[in-house]
């Protein structure tokens, strides 16, 4: 049985929720890994991102979602950090711990394929790398996120588009709060 690694852009994820299902989604991780899984052995589901800044009004809520995502079996969040810039906040050091993570797994043969949510472009090399170790690498992310070069790069590409979004809602915003 095929072993998988699945490799997790937060930030290009999150806005690609937000681009096509609104700011108030809530994903269900559990079942969004069991799908990108597809019947595979999941070795670990690896989430990078960068905390908000505590003046930001969306970090406690960010904070409860990473803290929750350490409490999910087999997942592993990697932080990197945000940098202030003129014009706002920065994301530094979250793409060098993914290819480093992709790099470091496929060196010690620890997965078979690995499983990249990103639209980076800047990743198709480290994808032809681990290729050429013998390892395959399945690109998914939204098509407007989507870099050409790295989902033509990866063995395989599919559009998280046409992933059923309805089923993986997180079932806690499903129900309506009592008044």
């Known amino acids: ?10 930030s290009n994820l999150y806005k690609g929720l937000v681009q096509h299902l609104g700011s108030d989604y809530r994903l269900n991780f559990v079942e969004f890994i069991t799908l990108l899984t597809a019947g595979r052995r999941l070795l670990r589901a690896y989430y990078y991102n960068a905390p908000l800044p505590p003046e930001d009004p969306a970090a406690k809520a960010h904070q409860s979602f990473l803290n ?3 409490r999910v079996p087999y997942v592993a969040v990697r932080l990197g950090r945000l940098e202030r810039r003129a014009d706002g906040f920065v994301e530094k050091g979250v793409d060098i711990q993914i290819a480093i993570d992709i790099l470091r797994l496929a060196y010690a043969d620890a997965y078979d394929v690995a499983v990249l949510v990103s639209g980076d472009g800047d990743f198709a090399e480290v994808v ?4 050429d ?7 998914t992310t939204f098509h407007a996120l989507s870099s050409h070069r790295l989902a033509q790069q990866a063995d395989r590409f599919y559009p998280l588009d046409d992933f059923p979004w309805d089923r993986l809602r997180a079932q ?3 129900q309506a709060p009592e008044e």
């Open 1 to 10: 049985m095929e072993r998988v690694a699945i490799f997790i852009d937060g």
């Open 68 to 70: 929750y995502l350490k």
């Open 128 to 131: 032809r790398v681990v290729q």
């Open 133 to 139: 170790m013998g390892k395959q690498v399945e690109n």
């Open 172 to 174: 806690a915003l499903l």
